[in-house]
């Protein structure tokens, strides 16, 4: 029953042909992910993460190296959190910071 609704709900969020989702196992355990949105110029790596007990292991670095692979020519778009711990590792693997972008959180209004 779990198993059926995982499936529907991840493949109500993508529909369309040009979402992927990428799994990082470390054996047979999920241990991290990122969804990628691919256009006809650029490949968006959206919602990456690696669970805490498995970062500093190369697990992002891998997945990142992949999506390098499969994106060929295409330009390779990455936000990141402005208090994300790897942007350093994203500076490393030659990403190139172009700009901030500020957010606002309003709560208990």
Do not use: W
């Amino acid at each position: 029953a779990y198993e059926q609704e995982s499936i529907q709900m991840i493949s109500k969020q993508f529909p369309q042909e040009n979402k992927l989702r990428i799994l990082a196992y470390k054996g047979e355990l999920p241990v991290g992910i990122l969804d990628l949105i691919v256009s006809a110029s650029a490949m968006e790596i959206d919602g990456f993460g690696v669970l805490d007990e498995y970062q500093r292991q190369g697990i992002g670095s891998v997945m990142q190296s992949f999506v390098a692979q499969i994106a060929k020519d295409k330009t390779i778009i990455l936000i990141a959190d402005g208090e994300d711990s790897a942007k350093d590792m994203y500076i490393k693997q030659g990403y190139i910071f172009i700009s901030y972008c500020y957010q606002i959180l309003k709560e208990h209004i």
